[in-house]
Antibody, heavy 119, light 112 residues
């Protein structure tokens, strides 16, 4: 059973960089069957796609965040990472990592981690 | 690209059926994309309920069904049960010329 677990600081200062890691267990992040993505959800609001990566390809990002986002995969550690630069209060959200197949079906989710942006 | 449009809320009584719509454009829902639906209970991660318009993952009740017509996708829940009360999100996944995921704004389902 594939399991995903997000980790990282729960508090980030404005203008700094948010850095999160997602550790995948029960399967390989190098699997050709899976794409890996980050999704966020501001408190009380809906889901927003941040970006997606396949271990063998380039990442894809939400155009609204593209200039601030870096998504990468570390196959040696079976981890997915997210870096979001120059954060503001608008970036405060629960951040989820998730895995999906070629039909975009996000069928594996981490539990989510709340990131607060505050000085 | 704008979020997909869903009604903010729907409600129904136990045993009834409800339908949640998800409206996009010819560039997403109505185009070469894959539609999925997610259920989210408070404080929990979303759960995949429907993928590729009308397919159910293993373990999801057959009370949940999906369809699409033009630029609008729909999720129908029949035989409403108390545990169906949750937020529901549609999404559109495009991977032709580029890869892009759009979510709907979410619909709060209340079981009366």
């Amino acid at each position: 059973q594939l399991q995903l677990q997000e980790s990282g600081p729960g508090l980030v200062k404005p203008s700094e960089t948010l850095s999160l890691t997602c550790t995948v267990s029960g399967g390989s992040i190098s699997s050709s069957s899976f794409y890996w993505g980050w999704i966020r959800q501001p408190p009380g609001k809906g889901l927003e796609w941040i970006g997606t990566i396949h271990h063998s390809g380039s990442p894809y990002h939400n155009p609204s965040l593209k200039s601030r986002v870096t998504i990468s995969v570390d196959t040696s550690k079976n981890q997915l990472s997210l870096k979001l630069r120059s954060v503001t209060a608008a970036d405060m959200a629960v951040y989820y990592c998730a895995g999906h197949g070629e039909l975009g079906e996000l069928n594996h989710w981490g539990q989510g981690t709340l990131v607060t942006v505050s000085a | 690209q704008s979020a997909l449009t869903q009604p903010a809320s729907v409600s129904g009584s136990p045993g009834q059926s409800i339908t949640i719509s998800c409206t996009g454009t010819s560039s997403d829902i109505g185009g070469n994309s894959y539609v999925s639906w997610y259920q989210q209970h408070p404080g929990k991660a979303p759960k995949l309920m429907i993928y590729d318009v009308g397919n159910r993952p293993s373990g999801v009740s057959n009370r949940f069904s999906g369809s699409k017509s033009g630029n609008t996708a729909s999720l129908t829940i029949s035989g409403l049960q108390a545990e169906d009360e949750a937020d529901y999100y549609c999404s559109s996944y495009t991977s032709s010329t580029t890869l892009y995921v759009l979510f709907g704004g979410g619909t709060k389902l209340t079981v009366l």
